[in-house]
């Protein structure tokens, strides 16, 4: 059982910056695929970005294409997502999720692991 911590969210201007930190515990963290998710209220929870187990593969939607990064330091069991040019349509829960499947996968149920989120909210 893989328990995910999510950290990292807050308040920022549009154009600002945020970096969201994800620290995994009770499993082999280098073999899970890392996923990051959001949602917004009255949405279905969308994929964001997401890497491989080695970090060899990353894949982001096309809405953050460009301004946010996925990471990850398996030493550290962790992950993150270092999110740039925030704009106010970011606003949302942010979602880490892991999967034992070494493919990265854009459906929320692909993933076995979630944490419990951390808001982002962009003001304009």
């Known amino acids: 059982q893989v328990q995910l911590v999510e950290s990292g969210g807050g308040l920022v201007q549009a154009g600002g910056s945020l970096r969201l930190s994800c620290a995994a515990s009770?499993?082999?963290?280098?073999?899970?695929?890392m996923g990051w998710f959001r949602q917004a209220p009255g949405t279905e929870r969308e994929f964001v970005a997401a890497?491989?187990?080695?970090?060899?593969?990353?894949r982001y939607a096309d809405s953050v294409k460009g301004r946010f990064t996925i990471s990850r330091d398996n030493a550290k069991n962790t992950v993150y997502l270092q999110m740039n040019s925030l704009k106010p349509e970011d606003t949302a829960v942010y979602y880490c999720a892991a999967t034992q499947s070494r493919s990265i996968w854009y459906q929320p149920h692909r993933y076995d692991y979630w944490g419990q989120g951390t808001q982002v909210t962009v003001s304009s």
């Open positions: 890497i491989s187990w080695s970090a060899s593969s990353t």
């Open positions: 009770g499993g082999t963290f280098s073999r899970y695929t």
